[in-house]
């Protein structure tokens, strides 16, 4: 029997609004426990939320950027369970009117390009954190009330690559919106996953599991390879699958019964008695679309045409708006695009790598490497003196007109100078001459290494070969 397996994708972006999605409450990442809450995050009796308006711009980009229809007129919704970190009993939600539904997103496959549907956008509140230790387990309130989109695929993705790329193109993309840094490591970014498998060509859906506490994207894609197999050699051997939550343990490789058999949750979900629905007119979808920046998808195309670069050196340059934001601006009235991307791809990012600095904290900055890059395409500095020049650039921040000044770095490329120099070393190597004039022309690399040694690289190369071959074909 061959297996068609079948995985949806819950994702939850944690927004970077200044405050929190019904209270004032800051929401810096790291602060200490219990110090940004209030009594609406916290449920006191008659405190009442209100929406903070950026959630409602956040939730609209995400929607513009996945293809999403936006719904008019939304309300929200209270999820009740219990659990300690959740003051309230409840988590404000929406239910069965998310304002963004029925978008997508395409991705890359080994098949060419497919398109993962969007089921819906939501907006929702975050509960608190339960820090579980060998003394006892603590809780913290903090992150009580901070806004949330809850992003649900379509059970388009039909293998756990597939999954992985459709993770990290709605990252970059979401990334590329501005509305919050995807770090799954700060919990920014979180990933739900459910997969069932079923026979080639049915029509019908498998029972499904739920896998839970994958703490990255390849976390994700191994949790679902295991139990896309586990799954596989079930039904094989003629048994059924029982619909359960998992979880994955990283340590382990394998994904554990969290609660099985457990009846659904009821959430007992009903409208939000306290905040009015949230309406979007018009002016205010066309106010946040001019805000919109061009996306992933149309800035790759554009970069090939404009740039004319091949798709892959496109692809590293788009793959933060950040850095495709320095390269533009580097390459701004720069004749050469193919050197600057080849300088910004190759050494501002493994500067940036090394230095642990997001690149919009680079130590060069793009006007800076522009004129480091005029030098070089200039002739006035030779390609390794470039290199040499950029990482002083990188240490000291000094720009390049100085350490070029300061260091005397220019090429040497008057006739006299280098002709005085050259024969300066045919004068300390008289063996070598004689060897090369018998014969020997491989010698000619070992004078042009003594001359670029001499010159510290300095020599412009061709002209130095030119007196070179003058010089010892004049015996
Ligand atoms: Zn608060």
Known sequence: ?????????????????????????????????????????LGYPGSLPVLNKDVVRSAVKAGLATHCSLRKVSGFARKNYFYPDLPKGYQISQYDDPICYNGYITIKTDNGEKKIGITRIHMEEDAGKSMHSPEGTLVDLNRCGIPLLEIVSEPDIRSPKEAYEYLTTLKQIIRYTGISDCNMEEGSLRCDANLSVMPKGSKSFGTRTELKN???FRGVEKALTYEAARQIEILGNGGEIVQETLLWNE???????????????????FPEP?????????????????EMPELPEKKLKRFMRQYALSEEDALVLISEKEIADYFESAAQGFPDATLMNHWVRGEILRIIKDKQLPITQSPVDPVKLRELLTFLLEKKITPQTAKSVLDDMAETG?????????????????????????????????????????????LFGFFMGQIMKATKGRADQKAARAILQTLLDNK
């Open 1 to 41: 029997m061959v297996w068609e397996i079948v995985i949806g994708l819950e994702v939850h972006v944690q927004l970077n609004t200044q405050t929190k999605a019904f209270c004032s409450c800051k929401t810096t990442y790291g602060a200490p426990p219990n110090t940004q809450t209030c009594p609406v995050c």
């Open 274 to 290: 306290d905040l009015v629905d949230v309406v979007l007119d018009e002016a205010f979808i066309h106010e946040i679309e001019q």
């Open 214 to 216: 994958m703490n990255s």
């Open 251 to 269: 340590q382990t490789q394998r994904a554990e019964s969290m609660r099985s058999k457990e009846e659904s949750h009821d959430y007992r979900y």
């Open 398 to 442: 000094k720009p390049a007109r100085i350490i070029i000044e300061e260091k005397g770095l220019l090429v040497i490329s008057s006739g006299d100078e280098l002709e005085t120099l050259i024969q300066t070393i045919l004068n300390e190597n008289p063996g070598e001459v004689d060897k090369y004039r018998d014969g020997k022309v491989q």
